[in-house]
């Protein structure tokens, strides 16, 4: 700032001195008051201001302004200010418009043609004036006026070199703020040459520049690796004497060596072999450095020294090609997990989780074990001890899987509490994983349930459960060993759990001791009933009757606590329930009618753990889904507990679901394979649709949705399917429409299209109902592939005869459509059930039609639907960046790519109900990327046999006028159109 004599404004200092000297909130109100009013007065009634004088009252305004107080004039007298020649009063206007002026201001193109013509003059000090100010604003409206005029700056021969360096800052500020609104140029390929610029200062704002340029459109920015290799080395082999201005605590450079190597970790390993040589001789350098002896005490030097350390380590890490480096970089780390600095070990144990995910450094990392297992054990801050749970699940492999499994086991007993539930999930998926002896498997898990009962979600037990059943050779003993840990005086209720659903299953496989005979083991388990939770209760009532199958002997005792009046008369409706219905199966029925109905579980099909989806939805940015496998690209494999250890690549796991009842587990095939990992072609494995109100466990049937007709449900068993019966006093809908149905054979029934559009948003619900049938769907799709159950209930108490239904599409190379037919006879109130099969083979327009038909009571009966299958059901959300969601808006800016509605809300203006009903048509949520937080912004991918369909959403609701604005772009002019339409109709 050039220095100004004679200027000292006094009156300004006065009334600063008069401010200070106030005894009393309310004397400083006043004499801020009689200030403001003099300033008025002068600004108002004297013409004969001149520069000096309104520099003063300028600065006064600004100065109340900071002590908390609104200012609501002297805007335009700080504007005049700009087209001062003078540096001090240009200076305070600037400031004045950069702390006053906010971007939706009426001055604000006033203020933007100031900047405009002092970018143009020939000053540096008002070019770098303005610049700040346009940085300090950064609004839209600067981007859009100013983004052609910057980048000229940056580049030009003529510019010195603090107006360059003021000028990559204040060009990154306006490209963080709208890329868009910056025209592309010559100067974007001229931008990368900075990094080769004579001034340290410079680069260092380049490199920042180019950094964001690059995550843009990283392949017009390639050159720039070669540039930061080549500044990068000459940092790092000079002394800190060479750059002594630059030089912080003995290091050279140390902020623009971290950003260089930040930039370099947006690409992989450089392909020209000098380039990658080069980049080699410098990290090893950076590494070598890291042992010298500290020239400086300070802690400064040690932070700047490790930040340049820990960034190259992560660029070694990104790349993953050199064995060398890889494994100095650990040993580095390794001498770093004892050093007296928390931050330090903290940031080694999460570095080498990185590289515990390297098929290089994966053994150099195991030698730490011991040193890591101390660590967790001994160290204060959780945050540490958390980064050693990460670690040690990391470098676990069968080689070590017992040993680590165990001192983690140890630990767990007194372990922080915000850390538990992660340790436990670990330790399941470890010892699941690397299970050699399933015994082994069976006692940790039990040993589990004993330490940290609490903590054990359902997925876990539900985990145990599957392996048990599927595996012959480990049934006895599991059951064995869960009869010893039921004995235990205090046993959690998660171990009832397991213990009721095994010994159920496979309680006569230790029957033949006397220790463990039938009547121990149910008065065992009978001795927790009154301690557990309902749902508990009911899997152990599901287990007594198990038992009447198993050991018919003890029938007559089971039968007993069935009947009893804290069973029958149970005011939880569920237990009250399965105990009449348990009673009336044991007492009423063959053996060989309740041998059928309660055989043992068949084995589930064999799929991937649900426990690794749980771990990744719990911590999302530790288990990453991008492979890792010395390619330099994507993000490092952490947590992966897809093979043998974490260098494997990720899979596709299913969501947690319980242990399925006997009688369902065969009812239908899954032609989408959501319960197994995605295979290369069509996955075919076992799925059904669970009803929501089946308990987890040894459910053997009731309440479930039946495969096939049923007679036995009455009326609420139709309800049952899609969810909870109504509430009291709010009966389902009947739409009395069976005359018209009768009479006209091609027209769709009446509120087809009005219950086609209530799934635009949601999977499963009623499609049709009157007072003879209720229809209703229950889907679930997985790429182009899609799977439709229709339910098809008898709400009479006669017969439907000749019943069809069939499902026609208008053009079969669009969707392809296959079903199963259903029997021709419905009994009254029995269900039927119906599979329709979809393959989505390219963008689809026409929607496939049902038609019903049969006869009740001789007269036929047609209804014809539309079934709710439409191109956005394919779609699933894609998460994507501020930078990426503008860039690719701005690739799909064809007027054909786009459709917008502009539309009356049909209610009020729900945020929540919105944000359910975008998830629901399946986008993702982009937070932060609109400025306006009342709007929303979404993106997803639609997938057709042949190609994908990005989709971008823009929604932006007016509460005032109780209107919409609904924006889409995709690359289809037709599927816009249609996406469009169908999400207008649901705001």
């Not at 305070?92 to 006033?110: C, H, K, P, R, T």
């Amino acid at each position: 700032m050039p220095t100004v004599k004679g200027d000292g404004m006094r009156g300004l200092a006065v009334f600063i001195s008069d401010i200070r000297n106030c005894k009393s909130k309310e004397a400083e109100v006043k004499r801020i008051n009689k200030e403001l009013a003099n300033i008025r007065s002068k600004f108002k009634g004297d013409k004969t201001l001149d520069g000096y004088q309104k520099k003063k009252y300028v600065c006064k305004l600004l100065f109340i302004f900071l002590l908390g107080h609104d200012i609501d004039f002297g805007h335009m007298e700080a504007v005049n200010l700009l087209s001062s020649n003078k540096y001090t009063e240009k200076q305070i206007g600037y400031l004045f418009i950069s702390v006053l002026v906010n971007e939706n201001s009426d001055l604000i193109q006033l203020v933007i043609q100031n900047i405009k013509t002092d970018l143009m003059s020939r000053n540096p000090i008002h070019i770098n004036l303005a610049l700040h100010c346009i940085a300090n604003i950064g609004s839209k409206a600067m981007a859009e006026g100013l983004g052609a005029e910057v980048p000229k700056l940056l580049v030009s021969a003529d510019t010195i070199d603090q107006v360059k360096q003021s000028a990559s800052l204040c060009l990154l500020r306006l490209y963080r703020t709208s890329a868009e609104s910056i025209p592309a140029g010559e100067w974007q390929s001229r931008v990368i040459h900075l990094l080769n610029d004579q001034h340290m200062g410079v680069v260092t704002a380049a490199c920042s520049l180019i950094h964001d340029l690059v995550q843009k459109n990283p392949d017009d920015f390639k050159g720039c690796v070669s540039l930061a290799v080549s500044r990068l080395s000459r940092i790092v082999t000079s002394s800190y004497t060479d750059l002594q201005d630059y030089t912080y605590y003995f290091v050279p450079a140390p902020w623009l060596s971290v950003k260089l190597l930040r930039l370099m970790q947006m690409y992989g390993p450089p392909d020209d072999p000098a380039i990658r040589g080069r980049l080699n001789e410098c990290l090893e350098t950076i590494l070598n450095k890291a042992q010298e002896p500290p020239k400086s005490k300070k802690v400064q030097h040690s932070n700047s020294k490790n930040a340049v350390l820990f960034e190259a380590i992560n660029l070694i890490i990104h790349h993953d090609s050199e064995p060398n480096l890889l494994v100095r970089a650990c040993n580095q780390l390794g001498q770093f997990l004892q050093h007296r600095e928390t931050n330090l070990r903290y940031l080694a144990l999460e570095s080498m989780c990185l590289l515990a995910s390297s098929e290089f450094s994966r053994e150099a990392v195991k030698k730490h074990q011991e040193t890591v297992v101390t660590s967790l054990k001994t160290e204060r801050d959780v945050s540490v001890r958390q980064r050693a749970v990460d670690l040690l699940y990391a470098m676990c492999d069968r080689s070590n899987a017992e040993e680590i499994v165990g001192e983690m086991l140890d630990y767990l007993e007194k372990a922080d509490y915000s850390i538990r539930e992660e340790m436990v999930l670990k330790v399941a998926i470890l010892a699941e994983k690397f299970a050699v002896d399933y015994t082994w498997y069976v006692d940790t898990i039990l040993n589990l349930i004993r330490i940290a009962g609490d903590y054990v979600s359902e997925e876990v037990w539900y985990r145990v459960i599957q392996i048990v059943i599927n595996r012959e050779d480990v049934q006895g003993y599991a059951a064995k060993t869960v009869f010893e840990a039921l004995q235990a005086p205090a046993c959690h209720e998660n171990m009832v759990k397991v213990g009721g659903y095994i010994l159920g299953e496979f309680g006569n496989l230790i029957a033949g001791d006397p220790r463990s005979s039938p009547l121990v083991q149910f008065n065992l388990l009978h001795s927790k009933f009154h301690l557990c939770s309902p749902s508990t209760r009911g899997l152990l009532l599901s287990a007594y009757v198990k038992f009447i199958n198993l050991f018919p002997e003890i029938k007559m005792t089971i039968q007993d606590v069935l009947k009893s009046d804290n069973q029958l008369r149970n005011a939880d409706a569920e237990l009250q329930q399965r105990a009449v219905e348990y009673l009336y199966l044991s007492a009423k029925t063959t053996a060989d009618v309740l041998a059928t109905v309660l055989e043992e579980m068949p084995p589930f099909p064999e799929r991937e753990s649900s426990l690794l989806a749980k771990l990744k939805k719990k911590k999302p940015n530790v288990v990453p889904t991008e492979p890792k496998k010395g390619t330099g690209k994507g993000v490092v494999e952490v947590n992966n507990t897809a093979g043998e250890s974490s260098t494997d690549e990720p899979v596709s796991v299913s969501p947690p679901s319980p242990p399925q009842p006997a009688a369902a587990a065969v009812a239908s095939t899954d032609l989408l394979g959501l319960d197994s990992a995605p295979a290369p072609a069509q996955p075919t494995v076992q799925s059904i649709f669970e009803s929501p109100t089946t308990v987890p466990g040894l459910d053997i049937g009731f309440g479930a949705a039946p495969a096939v007709n049923n007679v036995g449900g009455g009326g609420s068993l139709l309800v049952d399917v899609f969810g909870a019966p109504p509430a009291a006093g709010q009966p389902a809908t009947v739409q009395n429409n069976v005359a018209a149905a009768a009479t006209d054979q091609n027209a769709m029934a009446p509120g087809a299209e009005d219950n086609f559009r209530k799934f635009v948003c949601k999977n499963n619900g009623v499609l049709f109902e009157n007072d003879l049938l209720q229809i209703g769907v229950k889907s679930e799709y997985r790429a182009n592939l899609g799977r439709v159950g229709l339910f098809f209930g008898n709400k009479t108490s006669y017969q439907f005869h000749g019943f069809k239904s069939g499902v026609t599409t208008p053009n079969e190379d669009e969707l392809g459509v296959q079903f199963q037919p259903v029997g021709e006879v419905v009994e009254g109130g029995a269900q039927v059930q119906q599979m329709i099969n979809l393959e989505c083979k390219t963008d689809f327009l026409d929607i496939p039609t049902l038609q019903i038909q049969f006869q009740y009571a001789g007269i036929p009966q047609h209804i014809n639907l539309k079934v709710p299958v439409m191109i956005s059901k394919f779609m699933y959300p894609t998460e994507m960046s501020s930078a990426d969601f503008f860039s690719r808006w701005k690739q799909l800016s064809i007027p054909s790519q786009e459709a917008q509605n502009i539309f009356k809300a049909e209610g009020p203006v729900d945020k929540e109900a919105n944000k359910t009903k975008l998830l629901g048509f399946g986008l993702s949520l982009l937070e932060g990327v609109d400025p306006n937080p009342e709007n929303f912004v979404s993106a997803g991918i639609i997938n057709t046999k042949g190609a994908q369909i990005g989709c971008l959403l823009r929604l932006e609701p007016n509460l005032q006028a109780m209107m919409y604005r609904l924006t889409l772009r995709t690359s289809k002019e037709s599927v816009s159109r249609e996406l469009c339409e169908l999400l207008s109709t649901q705001f």
